[in-house]
């Protein structure tokens, strides 16, 4: 059975950081894109970015570009996002994804998580 799980959602003051990470199981992690795609209250979903497999290649939406940093660790089947500089507009549940390939279109991804609330409040 497929299983994303995302963790180390919260509360955050503006300008603060927070990493949250997805623990992936059952399928072959390290041959995955793996993906953040976020959803803000009352909103579509937004791609963040993507780690595409085999390789260090990055890709960022330019809202998080140079505050955000995606990373994997295959030994550990485990997916980062490290989020620096938060605004109030990076509110979402924050769901990692699974792709065959570099891809920043939602429509293209294979497994889901169940999401993680990220919350940037003072």
């Known amino acids: 059975e497929v299983q994303l799980v995302e963790s180390g959602g919260g509360l955050v003051q503006p300008g603060g950081s927070l990493s949250v990470s997805c623990a992936a199981s059952?399928?072959?992690?390290?041959?995955?894109?793996m993906s953040w795609v976020r959803q803000a209250p009352g909103k579509g979903l937004e791609w963040v970015s993507t780690f595409r497999s085999g390789g260090v290649t990055t890709i960022y939406a330019d809202s998080v570009k140079g505050r955000f940093t995606i990373s994997r660790d295959n030994a550990n089947n485990t997916l980062y996002l490290q989020m620096n500089s938060l605004k109030p507009e990076d509110t979402a549940v924050y769901y990692c994804a699974a792709g065959a390939f570099l891809t920043c279109q939602v429509s293209d991804f294979d497994y889901w998580g169940q999401g993680t609330l990220v919350n940037i409040s003072s």
């Open positions: 059952g399928f072959s992690f390290s041959s995955y894109a």
